[in-house]
């Protein structure tokens, strides 16, 4: 039996420890993550760090901060890059009171040379007028963003375990200010993050615009690419600026058609800043995005390879192949995080 002393000072801390859960947020009160964040996730197998895009959990209906943290943790996920949209809506961002999908939809079919009714083109017409505004008030919002939050949104996400390697928000296009720009990199730092990700702009000026502002701001770059990735592809960014990088798509390579992954990830590993994992197949086999383990991509060649060599970026799960009736993304980024935990042992 315990001391009197010691017993007095047990009951205490499981008081304040049972206290700590009731107050908290309702999704972690009983719920598997909460069980799960105690220990903390480890998705680090055998040195390679394996993460995951918060892009993986698009469908889900809640996308706030602390059910984007719950998909993470359930995922079992340790690392991340994170979507604009949890972190700038935790910090206040203006919300949207029209239907920007519409105007994607409208403009869309404009953009193919379909004809538009009277009532599209003014429906149109006005949505873009809103977009327009709305634009400015987002940018103005930007300018003048406080960076505590962003600095609170990264803590409760270190507390729990998951710590925040790469930020994607919309801020980092040619229409997009240097402020908005100097706001996107310097929200990323105050999450913890390296660097920040962006689709290549497919426009030099840009990307050397980008690369100078982050030598600036003292932020990574990392431009992803689709299936116009070539082994060539970053060479023109990456000779513009030290800050300048790879947010490789391994999937996307072989479904452009590509034989020399291997290749480009050993020519540029110091220069990698991330890369999305995805199985896809080859132009011959229709260029699916399956399940991990059905396509071409050499996941499991690729993972062997960083563990090798040691390379420290990391492998970002990034789901986008069709779920099943029967599941949901935090199943499906659990199959991939163990796939890859086999494909490491």
């Not at 010691?6 to 801390?13: D, L, T, V």
């Not at 090798?308 to 789901?319: M, Q, R, V």
Request: charged share 25%; with cysteine; hydrophobic share 35%.
């Amino acid at each position: 039996m315990l001391p009197m002393k010691n017993r007095r000072e047990f009951i205490q801390k499981s008081a304040l420890g049972l206290a700590g859960v009731l107050t908290a947020p309702t999704w972690l009160q009983g719920a598997p993550a909460f069980i799960q964040s105690l220990s903390k996730p480890n998705s680090r197998i055998n040195g390679v760090q394996v993460g995951c895009i918060t892009y993986s959990f698009r469908s889900m209906a809640d996308q706030s901060a602390e059910a984007t943290l719950k998909y993470v943790l359930d995922s079992g996920i340790s690392s991340i890059e994170l979507m604009g949209d949890p972190a700038e809506s935790f910090a206040g961002m203006p919300t949207t009171s029209f239907n920007r999908t519409r105007v994607f939809q409208l403009g869309g079919k404009q953009r193919r040379g379909e004809t538009l009714t009277e009532d599209e083109k003014k429906e149109l017409t006005d949505l873009q007028a809103q977009s327009t505004a709305f634009n400015k008030t987002i940018a103005d919002w930007r300018a003048n963003a406080d960076m505590k939050k962003f600095e609170q949104f990264g803590k409760m996400y270190k507390d729990a375990g998951v710590s925040i390697y790469a930020f994607k928000p919309n801020a980092f296009g040619a229409n997009n200010s240097d402020l908005e720009v100097a706001y996107g990199m310097r929200a990323a730092k105050a999450l913890g993050a390296s660097h920040i990700t962006l689709e290549h702009p497919s426009n030099d000026e840009q990307t050397m615009r980008l690369g100078k502002l982050g030598e600036k701001e003292q932020m990574a770059v990392g431009y992803h690419g689709h299936e116009q990735e070539t082994f060539t592809f970053w060479d023109t960014a990456l000779g513009q600026s030290s800050k300048n990088g790879l947010n490789l798509d391994a999937g996307h390579y072989i479904a452009a058609g590509h034989t020399d992954l291997i290749p480009l990830i050993e020519k540029h590993h110091s220069r990698i800043f991330s890369m999305h994992t995805k199985d896809r197949k080859t132009p011959a086999n229709g260029k699916g995005n399956v399940t991990w383990g059905t396509g071409d991509t050499p996941i499991g060649d690729v993972l062997q390879l960083m563990k090798k060599n040691k390379y420290s970026f990391p492998a970002t799960i990034e789901l986008e192949y069709q779920i099943p009736q029967d599941s949901d993304p935090v199943k499906e980024v659990q199959k991939c995080l163990e796939y890859a935990r086999k494909a490491l042992g």
